[in-house]
């Protein structure tokens, strides 16, 4: 009888032992699954149990398990933790290199991190005079658009004629020349008028008009095609 019982301990020792050995072995595989075979660790957020470095409960990220599926984008910052845009700034504010814009991919560094910076020259897009760094200040574009043809100043490739690279644009030229040209005109005419009529007594000027007169002249001026009044001898 008792050489029965002792058979009997024996084997349900050894069953004790067998089953948890296999909880063990179970247990270790779940946990292999959980971390898709990353290290285990005490991350408690994204995945419970796996490797996180510092420590803030959301594990590391890896090949296995990337920051789109929740792992930590800043993995040895406690501070930091995700980057919705991945451009490299945390969404997390207070650190050194929180996002201003953390809905926008950017590298601006100047006044504000994160944001939109087209030309790459760390100044954000809406505090840069030439954004999409073509050369052409922003303005100056906007200014030389028409109604048939619009420059966009955040487009590196919607640019202004500028031919000689001096960013001085063919509009300002083409504008500055027509000027120029009409001013010639102007004194073309002015001194035809002073040809036919050399004893010139008064000129008077206003923000109007330009008005010239001569001794003797008529009561009634003449108006050239500008608009200016020439009084003529009578």
Known sequence: MKGRLRVLSTITIITSLCI??????????NQNQICNGDPEGNSTIDRNGCLDSDGDGYSDYSENWTKLDGA??????EYAWSDMDNDGFTDQRGTDYSDDCPFTWGKSRVILRGCSDIDRDF????????????????????????????????????????????????????????????????????????????????CTSDLEQVCFTWEGCS??????????KFHYRS
């Open 20 to 29: 948890i050995g296999a909880a063990g072995v179970v247990s270790g595989e």
């Open 123 to 202: 100044v954000p897009d809406s505090y840069d005079d030439d954004a999409d760094g073509d050369g052409i200040r922003n303005e100056m574009e906007r200014a030389a658009s028409t109604g048939t043809q619009l420059f966009d100043p955040y487009d590196p490739d919607s640019t202004p004629s500028d031919i000689d690279l001096d960013t001085i644009l063919m509009f300002w030229m083409t504008t500055m020349t027509m000027t120029i040209g009409q001013m010639m005109l102007n004194l073309t005419e002015v001194l035809t008028h002073l040809t036919k009529n050399p004893t010139l007594s008064t």
């Open 72 to 77: 930590d984008a800043f993995p040895f910052d």
């Open 219 to 228: 009561s009634q001026p003449t108006m050239n095609r500008q608009g200016s």
